[in-house]
């Protein structure tokens, strides 16, 4: 991969303070989208939107040249993220650990009829929604040979005179919302067009594009970026430029496919932020974890994919403390510049407990399941969070955390991000009875926490080819049961969008979903 360089501030995604294309700094890491694109089918998937019979459609049919079938609706889904070792020090040129999290963001694309010149991106969770007519929009501009992209391009910056082309067609987006709002509706729509515009083309039907979300708005998890990646891989889908994902595709190629997916997937954070340092992307696109680093800020990141991160247990809370993601940055070079050598030192162990914890997890008799490789994960990250609080960016309630986990004796606990708020993650022991758990839960809960029992290094980017599922119910026996629109936009939060269309839907993984599973071994 190759990303435009970032300033040490901007090193991760939740440490930059980049602007998207419309000048400001939406902190999308926590929008959830809902955008209407192409599918095919009705709004319940099942026949034609204007109720033409099937009948009907045979006997125009033999009366006008023989079109290509509609595509069925289907569905992309592509997970969140937490760094898990080495915020902080990566500002600073050391090494970095991000893995994936099993919360994630869910697409469901849905293609129109042919007389349905519409493209609409439905974002719910943010409240927006809006429409395009097809035929209206700049294609000219990116269409010139000059400005024209294709799916096997390499796009590293944006195209001023294409984001320019953008504009008039998002000034009458969210009229009615707040400006800190209505910008963030913007920027989401701008990254929506620009790989609308780049990927698809002025022939492309009448689509619907609506997302649903379970990963925390605001919480530096990679909302944004899950999003990204959900778009490029439908968009590459609709163009049919990617090839699987099938159980029996060969690693190589299955790497192509998430590259490609990957490199789109970053032009929609740039979109959004400005100059994204790439990992939250190249996380959500190929799920288990990276390392990333970068010593030369006038070059772009080494981003170490780790295809065979374990699957480990994890509980997320978010402390609901608001923060400042410059003011801990500003707060730890402050402490540097007075205490050079001494923070330096800091800086230096955390590197080491990152290369510890990349070398334990690639051990051949590491075993995710064994209580003795779990429990050396778990010093790295007492030890990783320990460093953290000597640079001043832990907080209170990031320590009640730790309280309430580790001094009970139930996991280890870190900070994850930037700190002075946000979230921490906790890896569970595995033995530790239920019932301890739900009272840790509930202790949580009645201190104002909101956690998420998550998978730390599970899959990326998923497809559902149909959007229909199977439940182990009797409708399986007819083909499963189709995903509902109207059900998938009313699902009552995180549980009941996972139990409607998760990835496991609670009881392992589903039957349907596919992914491009890469392992070095």
Same mark, same amino acid.
């Given at each position: ?38 599918? $095919? +089918? ?10 033409? =019979? ?6 125009? #049919?033999? =009366? ?10 289907? %569905? ?7 760094? *898990?070792?080495?915020?902080?020090? *990566? /500002? ?27 493209? +609409? ?45 953008? @504009? ?57 970026? =899950? ?7 439908? %968009?590459?889908?609709?163009? #049919? ?14 790497? /192509? @496919? ?44 080494? *981003? ?15 402390? !609901? ?28 162990? %955390? ?24 429990? #050396? ?19 209170? !309630? ?25 979230? =921490? ?13 739900? #009272?840790?839960?509930? @202790? ?49 939060? $995180? ?25 070095? @071994?």
């Amino acid at each position: 991969m190759t990303w435009t360089p970032t300033t040490p501030e901007s090193s991760t995604s939740e440490m930059s303070n980049g602007n998207g294309v419309n000048g400001i700094h939406a902190d999308m890491e926590h929008l959830q989208l809902h955008v209407n694109g192409n599918g $095919n +089918s009705n709004a319940n998937g099942n026949g034609d939107v204007n109720g033409r =019979s099937s009948g009907e459609s045979d006997r125009k #049919r033999s =009366s006008r040249k023989q079109s290509s079938p509609m595509m069925p609706a289907f %569905m992309v889904s592509a997970p969140g993220k937490v760094i *898990v070792f080495g915020e902080h020090s *990566v /500002v600073y040129g050391k090494a970095a650990i991000a893995a994936s999290i099993s919360l994630r963001s869910y697409l469901l694309v849905t293609t129109l009829s042919k007389s349905k010149r519409t493209v +609409s991106m439905r974002f719910p969770d943010i409240d927006l929604t809006h429409s395009w007519n097809i035929d209206d929009l700049p294609w000219d501009i990116f269409s010139q040979p000059s400005k024209k992209k294709y799916y096997y391009d390499m796009v590293t910056t944006l195209d001023p005179d294409l984001v320019k082309a953008i @504009q008039p067609h998002l000034t009458d987006i969210s009229l009615n919302k707040p400006d800190a709002e209505r910008k963030i509706h913007q920027n989401s729509a701008a990254s929506f067009l620009y790989l609308f515009l780049s990927l698809g083309s002025q022939k492309f039907p009448g689509c619907l594009y609506t997302l649903r979300s379970t990963i925390p708005i605001g919480a530096g998890l990679g909302s944004s970026a =899950s999003i990204g990646v959900c778009l490029a891989a439908a %968009m590459l889908l609709q163009i #049919r430029t990617l090839s699987g994902p099938h159980p029996d595709q060969p690693p190589e190629e299955a790497r /192509v @496919q998430v590259e490609r997916i990957n490199r789109w997937a970053l032009v929609a954070e740039m979109c959004i932020h400005g100059n994204p340092s790439g990992v939250d992307n190249t996380v959500s696109t190929q799920g288990k974890g990276v390392v990333f680093q970068r010593t030369d800020y006038q070059k772009p990141p080494t *981003v170490t994919p780790l295809w065979d991160f374990p699957e480990l247990p994890l509980l997320l809370v978010d402390t !609901r403390q608001p923060k400042s993601t410059a003011a801990e940055v500003a707060k730890v070079l402050k402490l540097k510049t007075t205490h050079q050598a001494l923070v330096g030192t800091i800086l230096d162990a %955390m590197d080491k407990v990152t290369r510890s914890a990349e070398s334990l997890i690639e051990e051949e008799y590491f075993d995710s399941e064994e209580p003795e490789s779990l429990r #050396r994960v778990g010093e790295l990250i007492s030890i990783n969070h320990g460093l953290l609080a000597s640079l001043g960016v832990s907080h209170p !309630r990031l320590e009640r955390v730790r309280e309430l986990v580790d001094h009970n004796d139930l996991g280890w606990s870190k900070l994850t991000g930037a700190g002075g708020g946000g979230c =921490s993650i906790s890896l569970m022991k595995p033995d530790v009875p239920q019932e301890r758990i739900k #009272r840790l839960e509930k @202790q949580l809960e009645t201190e104002g926490y909101q956690h998420f029992r998550t998978t730390l290094g599970g899959d990326g980017v998923g497809v559902l080819w149909p959007a229909v599922l199977k439940n182990g119910l009797d409708e399986d026996e007819d083909g499963g049961m189709e995903i509902d629109l109207e059900k998938f936009l009313n699902a009552p939060g $995180n549980d009941g969008v996972e139990k409607l269309v998760g990835v496991s839907g609670g009881a392992g993984e589903r039957e349907g979903w596919k992914f491009w599973r890469v392992e070095s @071994q």
